[in-house]
């Protein structure tokens, strides 16, 4: 079986959503990585996907559907299916700022739909909810801690992958408290205003 990663964050490096389908191939050799945002550098990028058994997309929320690059390159791929529609199976990993994972599951179903339409082969998804906080505290262990439930998730999909097989979708969310990330995020939030010249107190709306 053949194996590849679709990065369809906007990001070149670094991105959430390849460090999490990274974690899910850990310890898998031969796992090839596309980005969405080469399609101009690499114009065979679609002829090259047709060639892999399974492909897991993984890419962020925008707006609780998926990033206008991304959709953009699906609709370019369907019509690419159209002329040579070959049997791929695609798992899905959306990740997003809000807390709670289930904030994703419009996104999957959107790409459910397409899966359907392009002839590709849905074999279920996870929304993860906090990415930006996942991305931060990469040097912790996965196993246990506040990265665990999502390690779960991602073991489930895993085994779904080299078993050939359908995955539930599924929603998960650190173990981390809701209210103590909401602060976290705004503190961050507050910092990037600074550093970039405006003032939070202005920038926020007067009640």
Not at 17 to 35: C, G, P, Q, W, Y
Not at 63 to 76: G, I, K, N, R, V
Not at 109 to 132: D, H, L
Not at 178 to 198: E, P, T, V
Request: hydrophobic share 40%; with cysteine.
């Amino acid at each position: 079986m053949k194996y590849a990663i679709l990065s369809g964050s906007p990001k070149p490096s670094n991105s959430c959503s390849e460090m999490l389908a990274k974690h899910l191939f850990t310890d898998m050799e031969n796992i090839t990585v596309f980005h969405c945002m080469d399609i101009h550098k690499n114009p065979d990028i679609f002829h090259q996907l047709q060639s892999f058994d399974t492909i897991v997309l993984s890419f962020p929320l925008y707006f609780d559907a998926l990033p206008s690059h991304l959709l953009s390159f699906l609709l370019q791929w369907e019509k690419e299916r159209k002329r040579a529609a070959v049997k791929v199976n695609l798992y899905v990993i959306v990740n997003c700022g809000f807390f709670e994972g289930k904030q994703n599951r419009y996104a999957l179903q959107v790409v459910e739909n397409w899966c359907t339409k392009s002839g590709m082969c849905f074999m279920g998804g996870i929304g993860i909810g906090a990415g930006p906080m996942l991305n931060e505290i990469q040097a912790m262990a996965w196993e246990h801690g506040p990265k665990a439930p999502v390690d779960k998730a991602l073991r489930r999909m895993r085994e779904a992958i080299i078993t050939d097989t359908a995955f539930e979708n599924s929603y998960v969310q650190p173990a981390f408290p809701r209210s103590l990330y909401i602060k976290m995020a705004h503190h961050s939030w507050n910092k990037q205003l600074k550093k970039n010249g405006y003032d939070p107190k202005r920038v926020y709306p007067k009640r």
